[in-house]
């Protein structure tokens, strides 16, 4: 039972979806004595502390009482070139991608900027609670690479790659096929199934893609086994209409890249707020993820995401926070962004409850970029990834947590007022990634 190793127990309320509450009632499991027996790495048990206390009485024991632990939150849309321009706020996306993103992207071309944008990058994730992120990088090979180096420092779990373009941002941006090719061959060597990180084929979009580069695409996904697919896909009416006039063959958007075997179940698309007949069915069989953004839908005046759609049709969602588009790295803000705009949505929206949010920022991200036997919840078996969770002493958190009668109150709580200065310690794999100490601990 123990093989020799007796792990460590941390004791503290918690909550976990090891189910999907979309499709099924009683998918958030909670205990609120809870603990986790963390052992080389691994959950090796999750439940009640009695009882996981009871089965495993030479553990270590930490007492964790007076937070939370969730599962680590899974970002599964964040571009790590545009950390300093979050907050341009004012613009729509293809404005907002001239003014503001592009040339920010293009300062990648720097090495000393870019890797140190990386490392502010990670922090910022592990101190959001973060502890995977699928993620744009830039739009040079060396900056990418400094991403990837940077994130196995900070041990986070990464699913990164190098932009591919090759018309229609800046010149600097672009790149020939050719070279996408083989840079983007290199990096995949370097950094794929290396330690925590894996590898994403990642044109930036079907207006900045030429077939050619789409095809580079397709035969990068074909030599290599494993490697996950992101690109942006029906974010906002005017890039459909240029997307629709650069592929005038295309039924819709989706038919660019499907007609390049790019949809399949590793596939991670952002945003889909403006869906068409027909995409979502296609979407849903072949099992693409999309990346449900709502904090950078409603700052760039995207729209407001069909979610009810996407669920009713049977498409896998996830959320991202979309930095910089969106306005910044907490993933239970994002949670409580995707509530509200489905509260106001009139296409109908979905409502949204506490369970469906944890959900969302957790396990359905790791289904959506092909984690999900490794993370997103605490079952038996899988990565030791969490985040602990402490309402600051005096705060508004704290008060409402106190007389909260049930642990679903608590974790609606959780995403309402919670932000950064809750998280107390994250883990990749029972390893600190980020850690507060105070007087109280
Ligand atoms: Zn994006």
């Known amino acids: 039972m123990s093989l020799g190793v007796p792990g460590e127990i941390l004791r503290a309320p918690l909550l976990h979806t090891p189910r999907n509450p979309f499709l099924e009632s009683g998918a958030l499991e909670s205990y ?3 603990a986790l027996l963390l ?13 996981v206390r009871a089965a495993h009485p030479d553990a270590a024991y930490r007492d964790l009482r007076g937070g939370f632990l969730l599962p680590g939150l899974i970002d599964t849309h964040i571009h790590f070139p545009q950390l300093r321009i979050l907050g341009s706020l004012g613009q729509e996306l293809m404005e907002w991608l001239e003014q503001f993103a592009l040339p920010e992207e293009a300062r990648m071309a720097e090495l000393s900027y870019a890797s140190d944008t990386a490392h502010r990058f990670l922090h910022a994730l592990a101190s959001h609670g973060t502890t995977t992120a699928m993620v744009f990088g830039a739009h040079f090979a060396p900056a990418t690479a400094a991403l990837f180096e940077a994130a196995e420092v900070a041990g986070l779990r990464i699913v990164s790659g190098l932009v591919l373009s090759d018309r229609g941002l800046l010149p600097e941006l672009h790149q020939t096929p050719e070279t996408a090719y083989r840079d983007s061959g290199e990096l995949i060597r370097r950094f794929h199934g290396k330690g ?18 789409l095809e580079v695409c397709q035969t990068l996904m074909q030599e290599e086994e494993g490697l996950r697919f ?3 896909l029906n974010e906002n009416r005017s890039e459909i209409e240029i997307v629709a006039r650069l592929f005038p063959w295309a039924e819709d958007y989706l038919a660019i890249y499907e007609r390049y075997g790019l949809t399949a179940r ?16 296609r979407l849903a069989a072949g099992g693409t993820a999309v990346a449900h953004c709502p904090s950078s839908n409603a700052a760039l005046g995207s ?16 959320l991202g926070t979309d930095v910089g588009g969106g306005t910044g790295f907490g993933m239970l803000k994002e949670g409580l962004q995707a509530y509200m705009l489905q509260r106001l949505a009139l296409n109908p929206g979905a409502p949204l409850n ?24 605490f079952s038996p078996g899988k990565s030791a990834d969490f985040v ?4 600051p002493a005096g705060s508004p958190l704290a008060a409402v947590v106190e007389r909260a009668e049930s642990m679903e109150r608590i974790l609606a709580a959780l995403f309402t007022l919670g932000d950064s200065s809750c998280v107390r310690e994250v883990r990749v794999g029972g390893t600190a990634v980020y850690c507060v100490k105070s007087d109280d601990d």
């Open 266 to 281: 590793r596939a991670v698309m952002a945003h889909n707020v403006h869906p068409r007949p027909g995409e979502l069915e």
């Open 32 to 34: 609120p004595d809870g």
């Open 196 to 213: 925590r990180s894996r590898y994403a084929v990642t044109p930036r979009f079907a207006i900045s893609a030429s077939e050619a580069m």
């Open 230 to 232: 992101q690109t942006h």
């Open 388 to 391: 602990y969770l402490r309402p």
């Open 354 to 377: 506490a369970a469906q949010l944890l959900y969302l920022a957790t396990r359905a991200g790791a289904e959506a970029i092909h984690l999900e036997d490794e993370v997103g919840d």
């Open 303 to 318: 729209g407001i995401f069909p979610l009810r759609r996407h669920i009713e049709a049977g498409v896998r969602c996830s």
């Open 39 to 51: 052992r080389a790495g691994k959950i090796a048990a999750c439940g009640d502390y009695n009882e």
